[in-house]
């Protein structure tokens, strides 16, 4: 437990299960005013209304809100339901998802459901968040979910991987845009971490144990270990760290 977030607002996208669960949980355990758990339906694995349920026993208020990413109007409402705590402070675009066939030969109906996801999603989430923020004149956060895979390569992720370097780019270029206003953006590249996304996509899954060997220290990582990560960019404690990557993969890509 820590304050480090004390007096703001989190919404975090993609929240009922996996890193964003983890992540909502961790603004939460950082000292949150309020968080707000949105995600396309309200019972994926672990579950959004479960997740508020674990947000509230530690002693934050939180609310669900059902969200579909790739709509514009979903991710404006979504911004809206923050000011039942005061108003988005920090935003996470988390939401995401990955191909069970993604190769050179990629269909063109899955990429473009994942480009969907993975890009518009995050572009209208931050958009929305930063209409709020400027409105309300006050300097904020945005945090967008990249991915180790948006800085190396790999064959049977092709769209995968052009979605998160897509996602990169993305975070420097809203950070120029938005710096003027006090709004911070960047991305987090997670590495190998231990999901049922991670176990349920076979050839990634195929892959992690390899990846775990190679990894300097020897494990897979833990999603609360990215929620740390967001949370440090969502306080003041990263008030000058604004256009930039943070991998968080064990090292992992500093030796591939």
Do not use: W
């Not at 208020?61 to 920090?90: H, I, K, Q, S, Y």
């Not at 231990?194 to 892959?207: E, K, M, N, V, W």
């Amino acid at each position: 437990m820590s304050d480090i977030l004390a007096g703001k607002v989190v919404v975090v996208t993609g929240a009922a299960s996996g890193i964003g669960r983890a992540i909502a949980v961790a603004a939460a355990r950082h000292g949150a005013k309020g968080v707000i758990v949105a995600d396309l339906t309200e019972t994926p694995r672990e579950g959004g209304e479960p997740t508020v349920g674990e947000i509230e026993t530690l002693g934050v208020p939180a609310r669900f809100v059902a969200t579909d990413v790739t709509r514009r109007t979903d991710a404006d409402a979504l911004v809206d339901a923050a000011g039942e705590f005061g108003g988005v402070d920090v935003m996470v675009c988390n939401a995401g998802i990955t191909l069970s066939a993604d190769g050179a030969d990629v269909a063109e109906a899955d990429y473009h459901r994942l480009m969907a996801v993975n890009l518009d999603g995050v572009l209208f989430g931050a958009q929305a968040a930063a209409r709020q923020m400027k409105a309300r004149a006050t300097p904020g956060s945005i945090v967008l979910m990249a991915s180790m895979g948006g800085l190396v390569g790999a064959g049977f992720t092709v769209a995968y991987s052009t979605s998160k370097g897509g996602t990169i780019l993305m975070a420097k270029s809203l950070a120029d845009a938005l710096g003027p206003d006090g709004i911070r953006v960047n991305a987090v590249c997670p590495g190998t971490i231990d999901t049922h996304l991670l176990r349920s996509t076979p050839d990634i899954a195929q892959a992690a144990d390899g990846f775990r060997q190679r990894t300097p220290l020897r494990r897979l990582g833990q999603p609360s270990e990215i929620g740390d990560a967001v949370a440090y960019l969502g306080s003041d404690l990263s008030s000058y760290v604004t256009g930039t990557a943070l991998v968080v993969d064990g090292g992992l890509t500093s030796v591939i």
